[in-house]
Nanobody, 122 residues
Framework: QVQLVPSGGGLVQAGGSLRLSCTTS????????LGWFRQAPGKEREFVVA???????YYADSMKGRFTISRDNAKNTIYLQMNSLKPEDTAVYFC????????????????WGQGTQVTVSS
């Protein structure tokens, strides 16, 4: 059972930047597609971006150009660099893993944790 622990959330001013990290305890980290999702109060969990074992990336249209995903297999860690943040980006951000390369569907992912809170002030 893969386990993922995100960190790096916090409070940031609109227009600012934040970088999230997610570390997994899985032994086969490099074989997984890793993804970021987010969920705002009263809203459904939505796909943000995913990255495959060979660094192919898949972005939600609304995040492409502002958010960037990367991975460091040696550290079993993925990152989410978030720029030009907006108040509507306020949400709990989750990371998870899947064996389905490039999947955008939350139901394909495993290893959900508590997430990390991102709050963007206006």
């Amino acid at each position: 059972q893969v386990q993922l622990v995100p960190s790096g959330g916090g409070l940031v001013q609109a227009g600012g930047s934040l970088r999230l990290s997610c570390t997994t305890s899985g032994r086969t980290f490099s074989t997984y597609t890793l993804g970021w999702f987010r969920q705002a109060p009263g809203k459904e969990r939505e796909f943000v971006v995913a990255i495959t074992w060979n660094n192919s990336t898949y972005y939600a249209d609304s995040m492409k150009g502002r958010f960037t995903i990367s991975r460091d297999n040696a550290k079993n860690t993925i990152y989410l660099q978030m720029n030009s943040l907006k108040p509507e980006d306020t949400a709990v951000y989750f990371c998870a893993a899947t064996v389905r390369p490039g999947s955008r569907s939350a139901r394909d992912y495993n290893g959900w944790g508590q997430g990390t809170q991102v709050t963007v002030s206006s």
